[in-house]
C-alpha cells in the first residue's frame, strides 16, 4: 500500500483521519474552484449561480466520504465551474444569452398602479411587495411608488415619487 492510498483510502470503506485529508484537500480545492469561478457564482443569488452551487457542493462531497472516485469528481468539479465561467462570460458578451439565462426584471407597479398579471407573473404576493414598500421607503402607501420592479435575483426595488 503506497503512502496516498494510506492516507486517503480507497473506495467508500474510509478512516476518519484519510476522510479527514481528503476533507482538507477538498476544501482547499473548492476554494480555488470558486476564485476561478469568480464573485458571481455566490454573489448574485439567481438560479444559474445557485445551481452550480448547489452542483458544486454534491459533487464535491462525494470526494470526501468516497462514494465516487476522487479523481472523477475532481475533474466533474473543475468542468462544472469552467461551464459555468464559460455561460457568465457569454452573459456579459450577448444580451440574449442573459436574457435566457437570467431572465428578465418584471414591473410590478407603475406610478402606484399594481399590474396583478404581472405580479402573477412574478409570482409576488400583496404582503411580499407591501414588505418591499416599507423597507425600501419607509412607507406604506402605493401613491409614494413611482415603480416597483421584481429583479432577476428575486429581489424587489422601489422607486419612491420625489
Do not use: Y
Not at 22 to 50: C, K
Not at 144 to 156: L, M, N
Request: contains cysteine; charged residues 20%; hydrophobic residues 50%.
Amino acid at each position: 500500500m503506497d503512502f496516498v492510498e494510506l492516507v486517503f483510502g480507497a473506495g467508500p470503506d474510509l478512516e476518519v483521519w484519510q476522510m479527514s485529508a481528503r476533507a482538507v484537500v477538498i476544501f482547499f480545492f473548492a476554494l480555488a474552484l470558486i476564485r476561478t469561478s469568480g464573485r458571481r457564482s455566490f454573489g448574485q443569488h439567481i438560479p444559474f449561480d445557485a445551481c452550480v452551487s448547489v452542483l458544486l457542493g454534491a459533487v464535491l462531497s462525494r470526494a470526501v466520504v468516497g462514494a465516487s472516485p476522487f479523481w472523477a469528481t475532481v475533474a466533474s468539479a473543475t468542468v462544472l465551474v469552467l461551464a459555468h465561467r464559460g455561460v457568465a462570460l457569454a452573459c456579459t458578451r450577448w444580451q440574449w444569452v442573459e436574457n435566457l439565462v437570467a431572465g428578465r426584471e418584471i414591473e410590478v407597479v407603475t406610478d402606484g398602479q399594481i399590474h396583478p398579471a404581472k405580479m402573477r407573473q412574478a409570482l409576488l404576493t400583496r404582503q411580499n411587495l407591501d414588505a418591499a414598500i416599507r423597507q425600501s421607503l419607509g412607507r406604506e402607501s402605493l401613491a409614494d411608488v413611482k415603480r416597483a420592479i421584481f429583479e432577476t435575483d428575486g429581489s424587489v426595488s422601489v422607486i419612491g415619487r420625489p
